[in-house]
């Protein structure tokens, strides 16, 4: 993830609305048209984006599941969805929105996909969706996880996935070193099998291919311009941190790298949808 904070994945939700792909978006709505309620699972409740993102395209009535990975990401999802309809009402295990004639039951359940080596805690429903938390990934968890969605003949749907391309401008000759021990950091194995990091969206279509899904994916740019400063500047902080790991000793050659004003950020992204045989 490029964004690390819970602030800076806020700040930027309003450019991921410009980002998407309008095209897979419309696959994942025209799928489920005629639909009057809806059971999704979300495999990353982070603050609740993809919900305030897909939930006004898909039916009157649904059921959200959001895995999240402690409970301290359960109480900021929670928090940002009370505050996008401030009207919820508190649940035993998540919450009730009533919403532009929409009712959406949310619950909260703790568990990490990639812990569990690609499976989720109870069988999936009709959709299943991820954002970039895709890239910590590995190959083998990717696999599984798409063998449980073939069973189930579930559709999937990934946003905003990080692709390996970004570009800084004014351009720095360094730039490409930085992005690529960007790369090997979110590739790191940590404890699960090395990440698939900016290959993940390639990775899961193809395992979705191989099961005999359509699928459909598409560009979902994420451009910063002056405006967005503080998200630019945050992205070239994790570049300049990663290249400190792999560049020990070379601390005021990344400082001087670090320093130099940057007045746009372009970030390559993939929105796919997956749907079943």
Request: charged share 25%; proline share 5%.
């Amino acid at each position: 993830m490029l964004f690390q904070t819970p602030e800076l994945q806020l700040m930027k939700e309003a450019s991921d609305k410009r980002a998407k792909n309008s095209d897979v978006s419309d696959a994942v709505s025209g799928w489920f048209e005629g639909r009057t309620s809806l059971d999704v699972l979300d495999l990353h409740a982070g603050t609740g984006a993809t919900l305030r993102a897909l939930a006004p395209i898909l039916a009157d009535d649904q059921a959200w599941t959001h895995y999240a990975r402690d409970a301290a990401e359960v109480a900021l999802a929670r928090d940002h969805l009370t505050r996008w309809a401030p009207a919820a009402r508190v649940t035993e295990d998540g919450l009730l929105i009533e919403r532009q004639g929409q009712k959406i039951a949310v619950r909260f359940k703790l568990h990490d996909v990639v812990a569990a080596g690609g499976a989720p805690v109870e069988p999936v429903p009709a959709l299943v969706v991820i954002d970039d938390d895709l890239m910590r990934y590995p190959a083998a968890v990717i696999r599984k996880l798409v063998g449980f969605l073939a069973d189930r003949r579930a559709a999937m749907h990934a946003r905003l996935v990080y692709d390996g391309r970004l570009k800084l401008q004014p351009h720095h000759a360094a730039d490409g070193a930085f992005t690529a021990a960007l790369h090997r950091r979110f590739m790191r194995d940590a404890g699960h099998g090395e990440a698939m990091g900016p290959m993940a969206a390639n990775e899961l279509g193809e395992q979705l291919r191989l099961s005999d899904y359509s699928v459909i994916e598409g560009p979902s740019p994420l451009h910063l311009r002056a405006a967005e400063a503080p998200l630019i500047r945050a992205v070239q902080k994790e570049l300049a941190e990663a290249q400190r790991v792999v560049a020990k000793g070379h601390d005021k050659m990344i400082d001087a790298w670090l320093t130099r004003p940057r007045a746009t950020l372009e970030i390559s992204q993939t929105d796919l949808v997956g749907l079943p045989p």
